[in-house]
């Protein structure tokens, strides 16, 4: 086969013109949909028998391909950007950061050098910095955009123990570095903290959070007088919780900060979920303390109105960081410069998409304020969500909301109950609320991140549990 015949493929020829065409309308009319249909899950055997085998020895052609992602593939997939889809914690992008990722995917950049991709990794420094300044951070602050938050809180747990190890921590009356290293986080804390200790081979240390679901700074203090100097001068790193995924609680950051430090532990906030609500003025007291931890991170997928994935990873001395995960190879030397912002400095992983750009260009698009008044929008329908469920005479809160996270319980509903409300409400495409488990009890939960969610969209549902 000669050349010419292999680069065809890569070339603008009629069939792109085409199939450019196509890819444009159809994404111009998935932002047109208002509300987007929900869709729903299928079974494999169902697509296998739908779908078929799509990988072919001649290929099917472009327009195919197209049709059969829009009739087949995307009805499958649930959307989580509708306004009642308030299960886990959804997405709501907006059309300007969706519109954008057309255009990051278009321009092949690649964001993991300075060298590379000055432009791009510039702007997704500024949405960084916006972030950073929400949470107090002083000026040399920066970081990376990684896939998600489990990325995210692996990463700047690395860069702490690695800070631990370099400043010679050693284990109680054994001059030696510790045999096991160990993490502590509050028992809300999410799964992802569990998964970064088991990757990293350290344990890790709960503490109870209190009747309201918090990690306090006594409690943390107490825990780790009571566990004795020969754990506790084995911990590297506190994991305080901005908003737990399960109630969207808030930890007592303050006191937490205040307890590491006299014990020179790093402070990590994971702040996927509820770090967004720095942008809201009316609960901003809640995060009393950020300004002083190490690392944070704040999903931008999640309630920042950014697409899938982007996570904001930021530290305060980031040249810490990059002392743990800067990749040193022969070929990488011509990247070091002095003032290079190398992104693949700051996290695991070296070659990066420019992921942060979508939601650094809606962010320039809309400015600022914008995202306050959507972000305080969410926080007015849980409120509100919050009042009709205490109104109601066969639904009662599970704990106060404090952000966007309602948690609460049917009266009389045994566990499957739940389950098979879930499933009705799916398969009409009319919401897509899941059941949680909270302390052995079967509840369910509203996570409301979408600005579209209005007080009447949870009113609907509420009345499908009477
Ligand atoms: C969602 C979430 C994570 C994990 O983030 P991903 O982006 O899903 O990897 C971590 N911590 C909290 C509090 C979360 O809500």
């Known amino acids: 086969m000669s050349l010419a015949i292999l680069c065809s493929v890569h070339r603008y020829d009629m069939d792109s013109e085409i199939l450019a065409q196509a890819v444009v309308d159809y994404a111009r009319e998935r932002l047109r949909l ?67 990722d057309l255009v ?84 809300e804390a999410h799964s992802s903290v569990e998964t970064a200790a088991r990757i990293m081979g350290v344990d890790v240390l709960v503490v109870a959070t209190d009747p309201d679901g918090r990690l306090t700074g006594p409690a943390l203090g107490a825990a780790l007088d009571a566990a004795g100097t020969a754990v506790s001068d084995t911990v590297f790193a506190v994991v305080a919780t901005a908003g737990t995924t399960q109630f969207g609680i808030v930890d007592d ?13 790093w402070v990590h906030v994971d702040g996927a979920y509820g770090l967004a609500a720095l942008a ?106 919050a009042d009709q469920i205490r109104a109601l005479p066969y639904v009662e809160l599970v704990r106060e909301p404090q952000l966007s996270v309602v948690v609460l319980r049917r009266l009389n509903w045994a566990p499957e109950m739940y389950y098979e409300w879930t499933e009705k409400l799916l398969q009409s495409g009319f919401a897509f609320v899941t059941p949680t488990v909270h302390e052995g009890e079967t509840v369910t939960r509203f996570a409301i991140v979408n600005p579209c969610t209005e007080p009447a969209d949870i009113a609907a549902i509420l009345e499908t549990m009477a």
Not at 106 to 120: M, Q, R
Not at 161 to 174: E, I, K, L, M
Not at 313 to 327: D, G, M, T, V
């Open 280 to 385: 809201a003025e009316s609960v901003r007291h809640l995060f009393t303390g950020v300004a002083d931890v190490d690392s944070f991170i704040v999903d931008p997928h999640k309630w920042l109105f950014a697409p899938f994935d982007a996570c904001a990873l930021i530290y305060r001395e980031p040249a810490l960081a990059r002392a743990a995960h800067a990749q040193k190879a022969g070929y990488l030397e011509v990247l070091e410069s002095p003032d290079a912002w190398n992104p693949a400095d700051y996290a695991i992983g070296l070659s990066r998409r420019a992921r942060g750009l979508p939601f650094w260009f809606s962010l320039a698009v809309h400015g600022t304020r914008a995202y306050s008044a959507a972000v305080e929008k969410s926080l007015a329908t849980a409120r509100a969500a």
């Open 34 to 100: 208002h509300p987007v249909p929900l869709d729903g899950s299928r079974s494999h055997a169902d697509l296998a028998a739908t779908a078929g085998a799509t990988i072919t020895a001649d290929g099917m052609g472009g327009v195919e391909v197209l049709d059969l992602f829009d009739k087949v593939l995307s009805r499958a997939c649930i959307s989580v950007d509708h306004p009642r889809n308030l299960s886990f914690i959804p997405a709501a992008p907006t059309k300007a950061a969706i519109l954008f």
């Open 104 to 187: 990051v995917g278009a321009s092949s950049v690649y964001a993991g050098s300075w060298l590379e991709g000055a432009g791009a990794v510039y702007a997704e420094n500024q949405a960084l910095r916006w972030v950073s300044d929400l949470a107090g951070f002083p000026p040399q602050a920066g970081g990376v955009f990684v896939q998600g938050g489990t990325v995210g809180n692996l990463s700047a747990l690395v860069a702490a123990r690695h800070v631990a190890q370099q400043a010679g921590r050693q284990a109680a009356g054994s001059g030696t570095e510790p045999t096991t290293w160990r993490v502590v986080c509050g028992s």
């Open 253 to 265: 950051i303050r006191g937490i900060v205040d307890v590491a430090r006299e014990r020179g532990i």
